[in-house]
């Protein structure tokens, strides 16, 4: 059985993940937790 996963939730991720992407280059807090988070 092959599992396709519906098109809106792979976008959502795509965005999801581009944003997070953007935050781990921000200086402060804010890129050290968007760091930790994306090691996760």
Do not use: C, N, R, Y
Not at 5 to 23: C, G, N, S, T
Request: proline letters at 5%.
């Amino acid at each position: 059985m092959e599992f396709k996963i519906p098109q809106p939730m792979k976008l959502e991720h795509d965005e999801l993940h581009a944003e997070l992407v953007k935050a781990t280059k921000e200086s402060g807090k804010v890129g050290e937790a968007a760091k930790a988070v994306a090691k996760v």
